[in-house]
């Protein structure tokens, strides 16, 4: 940006909360301490092949043991809110039964000292971390696993309630359901079209069945849900490519949006669906379930799908998304425009966050809507103890622009939550992608705020974005 379109300051409004993000399995480490049991991260993640390099979550970012020096430097940050997600198999092991004290006091003495730095603690109760019995049970395409999610929300309601005012029960469904069961790229790397649409719906039954506990449990409580949302835009205008990206904008967004927010599938994804199920797994009331009223809305963004139809003779595997995360749709083309990637190959593209945003707002929900993740990935070097992440940090600032716009275009949204606090497991990607605004050296855990962590700070310091 030249002297020539100078960029105003932006002021957000007051509250606004500004946050950072972790999720348990990717920072927290100590896998066998504190009597906490395998989830399927484990499991997967110790299966040669699964993730790159044989990376493991077994010690990730050591958290479990340094969670007093990392809330201190969330609190250098400025940060007014932390979201983090509790780890079902720490808190309960195996999935069923009682309560395990000590993975419970782990999560007491984070958000204690949460609290203590006026931070507002921000508890997601499933990033992903399914505790192993209740995937040999059937997983998530097994219905009695929404059950079993509500009695752990319940369990960790009454441990943790008076002292978290922020809930939301699942982080991206769409990821546990369709890179879990579709794909296979993510645990428990099972590969049916089927298998993949029975989880997400018993996921939003789990959520709904959650709100519900949740509830019960603590009225007071500020309920939500946090969807990975992608505008979806057809490569070109031609009838065909709108067919596709109509397909593929149902399979990433309206599967949830509309059962969680309307109370209904989307005709038209029923539709494409056909030959891969016939919504029997869908029972007379769950819809009401899954649709339990909530208070917020949150919203994980990172990129745009730009999707194309089949070409005959075009093999799907030549694309660059997995095929058989789209059931019914394995043939849509994903298409590169040849803008700006970051290092996982995603398209940096801040206006969709306004599109996003809008749509959800426009379409769906007065409620408050936040931000619950954006970032990026980017090869970080470190020189002189530094790292200097100018990349990362115009990132961040392109997508506060957005987000600052989308409120006023009169989105309600609450607050913003990068992605993240920390380098940390990346999933498939084990620890060969770096997200964090603090940079995290696994040989010797020492944490090194990046250039993007300083000016997060600034950022959150004027409650805005300077002028540039
Ligand atoms: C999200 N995709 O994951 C998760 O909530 C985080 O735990 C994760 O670290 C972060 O985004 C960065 O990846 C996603 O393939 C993983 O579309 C994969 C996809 C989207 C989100």
Known sequence: VGVLDPRPELTFPPGFLWGAATAAYQVEGAATEGGRTPSIWDT???TPGRVREGH????AC????RLRDDVALMADLGLTSYRFSVSWPRVQPGGTGPANPEGLDFYRRLIDELLTHGIEPWLTLYHWDLPQPLEDAGGWPARDTAARFADYTTLVADALGDRVRYWTTLNEPWCSAFLGYGSGTHAP???????????????????????QALRAARPEAEVGVTVNLYPVTPATDAPADRDAARRIDALANRFFLDPLLRGAYPPDLMADLREVTDFGHVRDGDLAVISSPLDL???????????????????????WR????????????????????TDMNWEIDAPGLVETLRRVHDEYTDLPL???????????????????????????????????AAIGAGVPLRGYFAWSLMDNFEWAWGYTKRFGMIYVDYESQARIPK???RWYAEVIRRNGLAAQ
């Open 370 to 404: 936040y931000v619950t993740e954006n970032g990026s990935a980017f090869v970080d070097e470190v020189a002189d103890g530094r790292v200097d992440d100018a990349d990362r940090l115009a990132y961040f600032d392109a997508h506060l622009r957005a987000a600052h």
């Open 62 to 65: 050591d958290h479990y043991h």
């Open 322 to 341: 997995s095929p058989s995360c789209w059931p019914g749709s394995e043939d849509v083309r994903f298409v590169s425009r040849g803008v700006p990637v």
């Open 451 to 453: 250039s993007s962590a």
């Open 297 to 319: 809305v949150g919203i994980n963004y990172y990129s745009r799908h730009v999707v194309a139809a089949p070409v005959e003779g075009v093999e799907p595997e030549a694309y």
């Open 189 to 211: 790397g099972r590969s049916d079209g089927a298998d993949a649409v029975r989880a997400g719906h018993h996921l939003m039954l789990g959520h709904g069945l959650a709100v």
């Open 56 to 59: 493991t979550g077994d010690v």
């Open 44 to 46: 997967f993640s110790h």
